[in-house]
């Protein structure tokens, strides 16, 4: 399984900027699917997942809810993660990672996850 980020850039804060994670059809139409990110020193934290079944309901980490919206679009074979009103502290490495738990639960945890991409960097200035 291939999972290759793309849309990382350099923002201010308050911007919104797009991610994609893009790979086979097989992992768009069966696999839960989810971002994580982390910054330099951290742990990596789950931002958001999406159960396997299309139009499956999302969950996010409190420190994104109401700014991201993950969404998987199965015709494209492509995982977004729009966000908005970025945040110094949103800077980070950001992955996309495939196969985790069927219904996701809160924290959402990167040993539950078996694919990874090589991830996309996004930077927030103040």
């Known amino acids: 399984v291939e999972l290759v980020e793309s849309g990382g850039a350099s923002v201010q804060a308050g911007e919104s900027l797009t991610l994609a994670c893009r790979g086979n059809?097989?992992?768009?139409?069966?696999?839960?699917m989810a971002w994580f990110r982390q910054a330099p020193g951290k742990e990596r934290e789950g931002v958001a997942s999406?159960?396997?079944?299309?139009?499956?309901?999302?969950i996010y980490a409190d420190s994104v809810r109401g700014r991201f919206v993950i969404s998987r679009d199965t015709i494209k074979n492509t995982l977004t993660l729009q966000m908005r009103s970025l945040k110094p502290e949103d800077t980070a490495m950001y992955y996309c990672?495939?196969?985790?738990?069927?219904?996701?639960?809160?924290?959402?945890?990167?040993?539950?996850?078996?694919?990874w991409g090589q991830g996309t960097q996004v930077t927030v200035s103040s």
């Open positions: 990672a495939a196969d985790g738990p069927a219904i996701g639960t809160l924290p959402i945890k990167a040993a539950q996850w078996r694919y």
């Open positions: 059809k097989y992992v768009y139409s069966g696999y839960s």
């Open positions: 999406v159960d396997p079944s299309a139009g499956g309901p999302a």
